[in-house]
């Protein structure tokens, strides 16, 4: 056992374990598919009151939430008071949630006696939900040592039920959350995380900014890729989920972001940032957000901005490696990977996304270049390395960085 203040991912023995047993011969023993209750639509909300009632102990519900969601946060008390509840709301989640942060919102939660946890808003008020709500059952658990493979013993309290507020990360339907401790950005991952509801009412979207928009597109767009390429964890159900994901992201990603207000692309893209959730919760993302999470944080960038630029170099090495990139492809109608690679670059122009970091960075190349080491050693450490569908090296990962600050796709990636 390592010093309490370690992952449980950064053993050695564990990320071999957890290697194997995502191999195509293990899983084929048994395959779970992990998924919420899922409620779609401008009606979707009602439903809230209604399941939370057969599911709740007790008529007290806690609403975790930041303050910039705060007004679509009332809105979800509303439908909670009509149907019975006695609702507090502790809106002090921060961006990209450190531990002192969570720590706070459990003790909130226990203030509040609640036997229904309700997450409002994007992936890092999800995110920190899954932890106060964890915290919150298992006041004693050292959440750096969760092993994802040992039941925790979750919903004795409390029930837990999402509703996302952008169309991205796919917290609502995944078992994975995204923390911040001692300045690195850390995915700790359980399947009772995953929430019991899923409320994809795309009214709780209409006010992202186009640019938030569009980087937490590409977001689940990297998710939906990622998992279709991860080898032995994808099956025929996450490989449904992901084609389907990309198909909408592509068509009305563009509608969104030119017309905010566009209640029918909104509902579609929560649909399919909702599918890529699901297919990667199932499976396993791509290594652009290894990548994503390691340069995001040091550079102070949005995650799905780091992961979106990452996602076209992370493809093309793939494409030298896996045969799947090929099936990919003709799954959507290209000939081949590298007519893919192309159709992904075009989608990016038409949409306005800058796929090369030094568009974004304050830094020049030799002081990125004097950043590697770190980069990458922390890159290999993250969680989503371990699941990668082919080993990944030292030297691969410092290609696939110099070549996304230059936009070299296609020269600078091996």
Same mark, same amino acid.
């Given at each position: ?22 191999t195509?011969a ?6 779970r ?36 969601v705060r ?15 006695a ?55 050292d ?13 004795k ?40 509801? %899923? ?24 998710? %939906? ?16 989920y992901?084609?389907?994901?990309i ?17 029918e ?17 199932n ?17 102070g ?9 990452f ?7 793939? %494409? ?8 990919l492809?003709? %799954? ?25 970091f030094?568009?974004?960075?304050k ?10 080491g ?34 070299q ?6």
């Amino acid at each position: 056992m390592k010093a309490k203040g370690s992952y449980i991912f950064e053993s050695p023995e564990i990320r071999r374990l957890y290697t194997i047993s995502g191999t195509s011969a293990v899983r084929g023993l048994q395959t779970r598919i992990i998924a919420p209750r899922i409620f779609i639509g401008v009606r979707a909300l009602a439903s809230l009151g209604v399941m939370g009632r057969a599911l709740a102990s007790n008529n007290r519900a806690l609403i975790i939430t930041d303050k910039a969601v705060r007004p679509s946060a009332e809105k979800v008390k509303n439908v909670l008071v009509e149907a019975g509840f006695a609702v507090e709301m502790w809106d002090e989640v921060l961006p990209e949630p450190p531990v002192e942060n969570f720590l706070e919102g459990a003790s909130a939660a226990k203030e509040s006696d609640a036997s229904l946890i309700i997450a409002v808003g994007g992936g890092s008020v999800i995110d920190a939900t899954k932890v106060i709500w964890m915290l919150y059952e298992k006041p004693d658990i050292d959440f750096r040592r969760i092993n994802p493979v040992e039941p925790l013993g979750l919903r004795k309290k409390a029930f837990f039920a999402a509703i996302p507020t952008t169309a991205g990360t796919g917290s609502e339907a995944t078992s994975a959350a995204v923390i911040t401790d001692g300045g690195r950005k850390v995915s700790i991952t359980h399947p009772e995380f995953v929430p019991d509801m %899923a409320i994809l009412d795309p009214r709780f979207t209409v006010s992202l900014p186009p640019t938030l928009t569009m980087w937490t597109g590409v977001d689940a767009l990297a998710h %939906a890729v990622g998992a279709y390429l991860s080898g032995g964890w994808a099956n025929e159900y996450t490989d449904g989920y992901a084609l389907q994901a990309i198909k909408l992201i592509f068509k009305y990603l563009p509608r969104v972001i030119a017309d905010g207000r566009d209640l029918e692309a909104r509902q579609k893209m929560l649909i399919a940032a909702n599918l890529a959730g699901l297919a990667f919760n199932n499976a396993a993302p791509g290594i652009d957000h290894a990548l994503g999470h390691t340069l995001g944080k040091k550079f102070g960038l949005h995650h799905g901005l780091s992961v979106g630029v990452f996602l076209p170099y992370v493809y093309e090495f793939y %494409a030298r490696h896996l045969a799947k990139t090929f099936e990919l492809a003709r %799954a959507l109608n290209y000939k081949n990977s590298e007519e893919f690679l192309n159709g992904l670059l075009a989608f990016y122009d038409q949409i306005g996304f800058q796929y090369k970091f030094s568009a974004y960075l304050k830094v020049t190349y030799e002081e990125l270049k004097a950043s590697l080491g770190e980069l990458v050693s922390v890159a290999l450490m993250d969680t989503c390395t371990v699941l990668s569908p082919i080993p990944v090296t030292p030297a691969d990962y410092e290609e696939i960085i110099l070549a996304s600050y230059k936009g070299q796709v296609g020269e600078g990636v091996k």
